[in-house]
Structure formats: structure tokens, C-alpha cells
T-cell receptor, first 110, second 112 residues
């Protein structure tokens, strides 16, 4: 089957580091995407991993292990504005469409 | 910002009426998608298009139809709206398979 799992909710403190995990089972794997979605807004693209390892973009980093079917998004120096839902998505079958996780709602507290 | 415009942004209508949502892009991207997003269900694909006049069903296509007569426009039609179709609808576009999808601002649709 094809499935993407991520935790439903997480909380963290301003200034801290948080890791949001994503496990996946997809056919025709061709990389993993991370998106951020603030309440009432559209998802926005954060990162794309197709090779194993860590990709760093400022305060956000994303990691992929294809052999383990596992990815994580690492957020450093958390800010209040990072409170949002974080969505993990992977290609399905013919690479024309994505399978989406349900999202992890992150609450950053002062 | 990716050039994607969804219209209308908000709509309230009655059960049984037809509804058409429009997605317009200025990026000349090949792929276009319609999703709905509901609490507890995440993003669910309704239909998608991989070229002019080329469309395919997603996981929740019942009660919806689409048309793409030109590259820039992808229309989603609810033939006879039902209350279960009350949702937020997002359009997304993508250039090639290894590129990310970029989303429009969404349409909030309420069926009374």
C-alpha cells in the first residue's frame, strides 16, 4: 500500500529545536516534500529531498533515509511564527501526483 | 510567488445547485491539481491534469468533474452540490515531476 504517517501534534518552546518525523510507504518513490501551512492559508513549499542525507536551508533542514522510508524536518531557533501545520508528501506511482500525510500541527509557546 | 489565481475565494450556495471553481495560472506549467482540505482528512486529491484535455481522477472524484481546454485554466465543477462538499478547495500547479507543487490561495465553499 501507499501511506505517509506523521505525528498529529507537537509543542515546543520559542528558541528551541524541534524535529518532525515522517515515515512513508509509496510505490515509485521519487523524493519527499515538506510544506508549511499556517491556519487559514495555503500550503507553501519548504524542501525536497530525493537523495539520502540532510538538506539545510537556514533555520530549516530536512533529512531523508530511503532505505528506512523515513524523513524528518528540523526547525532550529523556533519563533512564534513557526506555529503552523507541517505536511509531508511523497510521489505516488507514476510521479504525476503526491500522497500527503495528514500534517503535524506545531505549537510554539513563549 | 507562483502565478496562481483561484476564483471565487468564497462562495455560499444551496444544495442541488451547480458550482464551478476556476484556477488560472500564468506560469505555463503542465500539471494542475484540485484538492479539498477538511479537518481530520488533510489534503485529498479530486482531479488533476497533465496537459490540455488530459485529466485523471484522484481519490475523491465522485460528484466532481474538471475541464482543461487551455494550459492556463483548470475548472472544477460540482454538478449538483451537496452539503458534504462544503470544504476548502485548493488548486496547485507544477512544472515537471521533480518540482514542487505550488498552491493557490484557496476557495472556501459552503453548501447549505
Amino acid at each position: 500500500g501507499q501511506n505517509i504517517d506523521q505525528p498529529t501534534e507537537m509543542t515546543a518552546t520559542e528558541g528551541a529545536i524541534v524535529q518532525i518525523n515522517c515515515t512513508y510507504q509509496t510505490s515509485g518513490f521519487n523524493g519527499l516534500f515538506w510544506y508549511q501551512q499556517h491556519a487559514g492559508e495555503a500550503p507553501t513549499f519548504l524542501s525536497y529531498n530525493v537523495l539520502d542525507g540532510l538538506e539545510e536551508k537556514g533555520r530549516f533542514s530536512s533529512f531523508l533515509s530511503r532505505s528506512k522510508g523515513y524523513s524528518y524536518l528540523l526547525l532550529k531557533e523556533l519563533q512564534m511564527k513557526d506555529s503552523a501545520s507541517y505536511l509531508c508528501a511523497g510521489h505516488a506511482g507514476n510521479n504525476r501526483k503526491l500522497i500527503w500525510g495528514l500534517g503535524t500541527s506545531l505549537a510554539v509557546n513563549p | 510567488d507562483a502565478g496562481i489565481t483561484q476564483s471565487p475565494r468564497h462562495k455560499v450556495t444551496e444544495t442541488g445547485t451547480p458550482v464551478t471553481l476556476r484556477c488560472h495560472q500564468t506560469e505555463n506549467h503542465r500539471y494542475m491539481y484540485w484538492y479539498r482540505q477538511d479537518p481530520g482528512h488533510g489534503l485529498r486529491l479530486i482531479h488533476y491534469s497533465y496537459g490540455v484535455k488530459d485529466t485523471d481522477k484522484g481519490e475523491v472524484s465522485d460528484g466532481y468533474s474538471v475541464s482543461r481546454s487551455k494550459t492556463e485554466d483548470f475548472l472544477l465543477t460540482l454538478e449538483s452540490a451537496t452539503s458534504s462538499q462544503t470544504s476548502v478547495y485548493f488548486c496547485a500547479i507544477r512544472s515537471e515531476s521533480n518540482q514542487p507543487q505550488h498552491f493557490g490561495d484557496g476557495t472556501r465553499l459552503s453548501i447549505l
